[in-house]
């Protein structure tokens, strides 16, 4: 179908409305078998209008339009753009909070503390979690659907973590919002010809990408780095190539710090910003990087802060504490729902904290 026809169909779609189109007719103007989904369709006519073709498709599902779009060839992403969340967090001088989810439970804990705070936030999903999830699709249903039953209305991120090149482009089929190379093990060359191309996929479908220079120390799903400080002219070139945001490693670590940790690199991240300008800088390894840090960090740009670990200490922390409670053993504590439940809590507490400290609450 093409792009002239297919605005007309959702024009003729949308004064059609009140007859009620049915079924049926859903499936002629998408031009396929496919049962058409209506719920929240009036939402998303001002965002279509407002947007053009780039659909932000927030809190509605996978809804009719989305359907046509994409099987007309266009992308839609299922949730807000990345980029424009962190140009505005850097604009205002806060962060906003990547937190990378696990399951139903992860994901339904942090866009509920989002919408309480009126904060945007980020999915932030590792190739690892997004085999557990069951691959890149389910997640995008998953959110999508959450989203829609939970009424969260605040810009919500769906983000690929340290993601291969082809991960990468697994990511683009299923919907996110954007995506991270982390081609910091390769030789910069081989980092520059793949990032190349990544923008290049990435602007045609009307996403963002986040590339990395200078290894984070750590392990992340079986991704060791050494913790290194970036070079600040590896990543001006870099940053040059078209892509979005830069995560740079300036000392920082994934996991927990050790007790010998130096520190973040103030130095490093000032000389980047220096020669990277107003591109949004995102800094990986938030666990446990005390707040006079994050704070300075934030004030020399960066704009996104990824956490995984705290909340996962906090989750198993409070579930350990239920089950050694004998609460399982009580009544029906045995429950999931009950068994998870502090658990969740606990992730709720860590994710309302780091959104007061990034300085994101209110700025949804
Ligand atoms: P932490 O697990 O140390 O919070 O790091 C998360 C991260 O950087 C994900 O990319």
Redesign the pocket.
């Known amino acids: 179908m093409k792009k002239d026809e297919l605005l007309k169909n959702i024009e003729k779609y949308w004064t059609n409305r009140a007859e009620g189109y049915s079924q049926v007719n859903l499936e002629e103007l998408a031009g396929e078998k496919w049962p058409g989904w209506l719920s929240g369709i009036e939402e998303h006519m001002p965002k279509v209008e407002r947007k053009g073709i780039r659909i932000l498709d927030i809190g509605t599902g996978p809804g009719f339009f989305s359907i046509i779009l994409s099987r007309a060839g266009y992308q839609v992403t299922a949730i807000d753009y990345t980029e424009e969340m962190l140009k505005k967090a850097k604009a205002g001088h806060y962060a906003v909070g990547q937190f990378?989810i696990n399951n139903l439970e992860w994901t339904k804990a942090i866009l509920l503390t989002a919408q309480e705070l009126n904060s945007p936030v980020i999915l932030?999903v590792s190739e690892g979690a997004g085999k557990y999830m069951t691959g890149y699709k389910t997640v995008v249903g998953m959110v999508n659907g959450m989203m829609e039953e939970l009424n969260i209305t605040v810009p919500v991120a769906l983000h690929l973590?340290?993601g291969s090149y082809e991960g990468c482009l697994k990511c683009v089929e299923a919907g996110f919002s954007s995506i991270m190379f982390d081609g910091s093990h390769y030789p910069i060359e081989e980092n520059v010809a793949k990032t190349k191309e990544l923008v290049k996929i990435v602007a045609e479908h009307g996403m963002s990408l986040e590339a990395e220079v200078g290894s984070?120390g750590?392990e992340?799903d079986g991704v060791v780095g050494m913790g290194e400080c970036a070079d600040p002219k590896e990543c001006k070139m870099i940053a040059d190539l078209g892509i979005d945001f830069l995560a740079a490693g300036i000392g920082n670590i994934?996991?927990k710090y050790p007790a010998n940790w130096k520190g973040l690199s103030f130095e490093t991240l000032d000389a980047i910003q220096k020669l990277t300008g107003e591109m949004p800088l995102v800094l990986?390894?938030?666990?446990g990087i005390p707040a006079d840090m994050i704070k300075k960090a934030i004030s020399l740009g960066v704009a996104k802060i990824?956490?995984?670990?705290?909340c996962q200490l906090a989750f198993a922390d409070a579930t350990r504490k239920y089950i050694e409670a004998g609460k399982d053993l009580e009544g029906k504590g045995f429950d999931p729902r009950k068994l998870l439940a502090p658990g969740c809590e606990a992730i709720k507490e860590t994710v309302r904290e780091k959104i007061n400290l990034f300085g994101s609450a209110g700025k949804a």
Do not use: A, K, Q, S
Request: aromatic share 0%.
């Open positions: 990378n932030g973590d340290h984070i750590g992340e994934h996991g990986h390894g938030g666990t990824n956490v995984n670990t705290e």
